[in-house]
């Protein structure tokens, strides 16, 4: 019988892993390691204490060039967007889906890194307010965001 495992096993050792890769990985579960986990404080609770910086992030910096609008959802619901254009004339649109899993994050959360996006590839960045689970379950983010 034919190999059925398409992926060569050794390509997911730690050997294969990057130094500067692993010294991120690393650093990253340090500085998470006794954080308080999300869902054993609540999504709500883990969000809040984003927005104000607890933890070991800084709280979010907002764009003043960022602007936001609301477009309606295939549900009837609102959608807020955050715009953030380029310095330039645009050159296009750059769909923009925050992380945190369709349970965390927010469009606003990264609007520093968003102004780069803009402004290195000419285009307008829209970062849809998707709706979050717990509250809202699978599929309306990706619905919003669709």
């Known amino acids: 019988m034919a190999d059925t495992h398409p992926f060569d096993a050794a390509l997911f050792a730690d050997a294969a892993i990057d130094a500067e ?33 607890d933890g070991p992030f800084p709280a979010p910096v907002m764009s003043p060039r960022a602007r936001t609008i609301a477009i309606t959802g295939k549900d009837g619901n609102q959608i807020p967007l955050r715009v953030i254009a380029p310095n330039a004339p645009p050159r296009g649109v750059y769909l923009h889906l925050h992380g945190g899993g ?42 919003d965001c669709e």
Do not use: C
């Not at 998470?32 to 910086?53: I, K």
């Not at 927010?106 to 709706?131: C, F, H, K, W």
């Open 102 to 143: 369709w349970v965390l994050g927010g469009a606003d959360m990264q609007d520093p890194m968003l102004e780069r996006i803009a402004d290195n590839t000419g285009q307008v960045v829209v970062s849809p307010e998707y709706r979050l689970a717990p509250e809202h379950p699978y599929p309306a983010g990706p619905d």
């Open 21 to 53: 890769t692993a010294k991120l990985n690393a650093d990253m579960i340090a500085l998470l390691t006794g954080q308080p986990e999300w869902w054993v404080t609540g999504p709500e609770t883990f969000r809040a204490m984003r927005r104000r910086g």
